[in-house]
């Protein structure tokens, strides 16, 4: 650029030179004058050539990318709707993006919803951070009103700042809890308690009395419980216990109605479930001290989980969106690591050769994340506690310690999920040293994980070897 801007100058200067010189050598310096300009000209041209191909190609790739995304998303900026992917227009129920094309995004949101949404795009453009999920009812073309779950993030997209906002239809879970909301509303406390887990708690001598169910659910015989406030106390998780507690002494007191809370509980087995933990007050003294207090525990493991599920799907599609180099493989290995709630792993992929190329590793030294290499393993140095997973495509449980040498790690216990795309391998995690054990549960809930990014983390391998073959 400096080299060209000298040129520029000297072009200025030479006619006056010109000016003073004979014919002859006047003819010279003109010729050469517009040689060069004519070389600036073709310079410029290439260049600007070169770069408008190569957003093109990014663009297209990007595209490509949102196209095989399994969730709804719509790009926005300014309100104005700038691409909508294919699942999007079958979620409207229309055939093309011309109907979208320009269009406002606040003409399909109700009008209750519009400063919040206002203040979370506003909020997403000035710090970059996505916006937590949240909870919408929108219509649809034919004027039908279904409910979603959306986040917004920010990107760059035809080369300005813009928003991309995922969303996911809800409408059957929303129904579902409406109903449910009703029939708490109709239905006093002890029979909607029949189908849960029922405790009374005879609040001076601190007896408590637990169901058949409360014990069962959490694995136990009911001979098996003390009769005392210390079962709870011991079976609830230790950063569950403040907060339950604090709002069981508020009710008490009579500073909230209903003392309500999801904590976690300890099962016999050692692992926890998620419970929804609801009591009321039903007798007081003249004084107003509470005597006896009756409650619920409601199982709620599965919509924790689900819920934990649509978060980690999320951000998952974030990461291959938003990352472009090597540093998104190890933040797709710790959200899953996270939730998960394990101690380290690995995440590789697996090449036409079958070899194993690892990509990210977790627990890491943070000063040479940036600088980490793929470690390649060889088809004949994968360890043998991997061929169940390389060669008959199925995830495994595996509870006796083994080694990796190339990694200079030892799993006491390990889950390894294969990713497929088509029946075909084409990555995997290892993930290790869960405190608990690791659970068919767990296997469950990676491998959906990994049939959902299956086709995301295809097309991202495609795309890095075309980049590879252009450069």
Request: with cysteine; charged share 20%; aromatic share 8%.
């Amino acid at each position: 650029m400096r080299i060209l801007q000298g040129i520029a100058v000297g072009m200025i200067i030479l006619p006056l030179l010109v000016w003073t010189m004979g014919s002859s050598l006047k003819a010279l310096l003109v010729s050469l004058i517009l040689g060069i300009s004519a070389c600036i000209f073709l310079l410029g041209r290439y260049r600007s050539s070169r770069s408008s191909s190569s957003s093109r190609l990014n663009q297209d790739q990007y595209v490509a990318l949102m196209e095989t995304i399994p969730d709804n998303i719509v790009i926005h900026r300014n309100n104005k709707i700038l691409f909508a992917n294919r699942n999007t227009l079958n979620f409207f129920g229309i055939e093309s993006f011309q109907p979208f094309l320009g269009t406002s995004l606040l003409d399909f949101i109700p009008d209750q919803y519009l400063d919040q949404i206002a203040q979370r795009q506003q909020q997403v453009f000035l710090t970059g951070t996505p916006s937590e999920a949240m909870e919408i009812s929108v219509h649809l073309l034919d004027k039908s009103t279904r409910y979603v779950s959306v986040t917004t993030t920010l990107i760059n997209f035809q080369g300005d700042p813009s928003l991309l906002t995922f969303f996911r239809d809800i409408s059957e879970q929303v129904d579902i809890r409406e109903e449910l909301i009703t029939s708490r509303e109709r239905l006093q406390l002890a029979l909607d308690a029949a189908q849960d887990g029922v405790w009374d708690w005879n609040i001076p001598d601190s007896k408590m009395v637990y169901s058949k169910i409360w014990a069962g659910m959490l694995g136990y015989d009911l001979e098996e419980l003390q009769t005392d406030k210390s079962t709870w106390l011991s079976l609830i998780h230790p950063e569950d216990h403040i907060r339950a507690n604090t709002l069981l002494e508020a009710h008490l007191r009579g500073d909230i109605p209903q003392y309500e809370t999801e904590v976690r509980l300890r099962h016999k087995n050692g692992y926890y479930i998620w419970v929804l933990d609801r009591g009321l007050v039903v007798s007081r003294d003249k004084e107003g001290n509470p005597l006896r207090m009756t409650g619920t525990h409601r199982n709620i493991t599965a919509r924790k989980e689900a819920e934990l599920a649509l978060e980690i799907r999320n951000r998952i599609a974030e990461i291959f969106l938003i990352s472009q180099d090597l540093s998104k493989y190890q933040a797709l290995l710790e959200t899953v690591i996270q939730g998960t709630e394990c101690c380290c792993g690995f995440f590789a992929t697996i090449d036409e050769d079958q070899s194993l190329r690892i990509l990210s590793v977790y627990p890491h030294d943070d000063s040479t994340t940036s600088n980490f290499q793929p470690i390649k393993i060889t088809k004949q140095e994968i360890p043998s506690f991997l061929h169940h997973v390389t060669e008959e495509h199925r995830s495994v449980i595996l509870d006796e310690p083994h080694w990796v040498n190339l990694l200079d790690m030892e799993f006491q216990t390990s889950m390894i999920v294969p990713i497929t795309n088509r029946e075909k391998i084409i990555g995997m995690f290892l993930l290790g040293n869960k405190v608990q054990g690791f659970l068919e549960s767990d296997r469950s809930f990676v491998e959906s994980l990994a049939r959902y990014m299956a086709p995301i983390l295809q097309s991202h391998l495609t795309s890095e070897v075309r980049e590879l073959q252009l450069r």
